[in-house]
């Protein structure tokens, strides 16, 4: 069965400091991975999403960027941190049938 | 712009007490609904699919049900182990998903 694994659960991190969040999937080849922000009280936010090695699109200009070095990871980073990243940071894959499964999420504090 | 809308955002249910929640939508081509049930501090889990009106998915206490406007989720006879945030999403004619903010339901013993 397919799973989905996120790292680290929760970090507190200074503004102006780098990140990286992973995720890796497991159980499936060539999935379609994203990157969803989720801020208190609304709904989840795509940031990024790729459906292959190296190939990323940005759905929202922002202080984020993602990268696929293998086919089944994805990591999201930042070079400096603003106090506006902080969220919770879901990454999930997609089933050919339109569902999204998701990781346990990141929590991301700057301070 | 594809749309989705959940009302209420909170809703405090006695056990046993069954209640239903809104997800209205506008979407060009619907391809899919979704519902989600998120724990505090955990990833959303996926529920259901509904592709087109009139659907109906039911899973234990909770039934799914759809139109050419909105989705309900239908909760019977809830426990405290059904407080969660339940979210209602919805993928367009490019596959795209859109997710509404939730509808946060706490259910007292």
């Known amino acids: 069965s397919q799973t989905i694994h996120q790292w680290p659960a929760t970090l507190v991190q200074p503004v102006g400091s780098p990140l990286s969040l992973e995720c890796t999937v497991e159980?499936?080849?060539?999935?379609?991975l994203y990157w969803y922000r989720q801020a208190a009280g609304r709904g989840l936010q795509l940031l990024f999403y790729s459906v292959g090695i190296g190939q990323i699109s940005s759905e929202v200009p922002q202080n984020l960027s993602a990268s696929r070095p293998q086919d089944r990871q994805f990591i999201l980073s930042s070079k400096k941190l603003l106090l506006s990243d902080s969220g919770f940071y879901l990454c999930a894959w997609i089933r050919a049938t339109g569902e999204l499964f998701f990781g346990e999420g990141s929590r991301l504090t700057v301070l | 712009e594809d749309q989705v809308t959940q009302s209420p955002e909170a809703l405090r249910l006695q056990e046993g007490e069954s209640s239903s929640l809104n997800c209205s939508y506008t979407?060009?081509?619907?391809?899919?609904l979704f519902w989600y049930r998120q724990d505090p501090g955990k990833g959303p889990e996926f529920l259901f699919t509904?592709?087109?009106a009139g659907e109906e998915k039911e899973k234990e206490r909770l039934k799914a049900t759809l139109t050419k406007k909105e989705s309900f989720l239908h909760i019977t006879a809830p426990k405290p182990e059904d407080s969660a945030t339940y979210l209602c999403?919805?993928?367009?004619?490019?596959?795209?998903?859109?997710f509404g903010a939730g509808t946060q339901v706490v259910v007292t013993p």
């Open positions: 509904l592709y087109s």
């Open positions: 979407v060009s081509g619907l391809r899919g």
């Open positions: 159980g499936t080849s060539n999935p379609n």
């Open positions: 999403a919805v993928s367009d004619s490019w596959g795209k998903l859109q």
